[in-house]
């Protein structure tokens, strides 16, 4: 174990939590979701359950021709009002940043599949 004077240990508590600033999205980041995903960005959105029980965007995504989408949740896990919903919790409002956006093509077809990998940041 380190040992640190009151002082050292203030400076890296400041330090620490200047980098979680840095690193939050601003409120005037955040966009509003209107079917559009840009890898980096920030976005506000209603999310509903479907039948299978998961959780999809109430603005359906913007795909191109021959093209299937879909946003996988890299950390549900870390709301629990998301990984293990009520039987009657229909809609939730996040914030999410996309991670990764992910494009293959289907062998033998003129079809792409694009996965958008995103980290919620808020729940209500």
Same mark, same amino acid.
């Given at each position: 174990?380190?040992?640190? @004077?009151?002082? /050292?240990? #203030?400076?890296?508590l ?12 601003? $409120? *005037? ?28 965007? @109430?603005?359906? /995504?913007? #795909?191109l ?14 709301? $629990? *009002? ?43």
């Amino acid at each position: 174990m380190i040992k640190m @004077s009151g002082r /050292l240990s #203030i400076l890296l508590l400041l330090l620490v939590a200047a980098v979680v600033m840095v690193n939050a999205a601003r $409120p *005037e980041d955040v966009l509003e979701f209107g079917g559009d995903l840009q890898e980096g960005s920030t976005y506000r959105a209603a999310i509903a359950r479907g039948q299978d029980g998961e959780w999809r965007t @109430s603005v359906p /995504l913007k #795909i191109l021709r021959h093209h299937a989408a879909r946003i996988e949740w890299l950390n549900l896990k870390e709301y $629990p *009002e998301l990984d293990k919903p009520q039987p009657r919790s229909r809609q939730k409002q996040i914030v999410f940043t996309v991670v990764k956006r992910e494009t293959l093509k289907v062998a033998g077809q003129y079809r792409w599949n694009t996965t958008y990998y995103c980290r919620i940041t808020a729940a209500t």
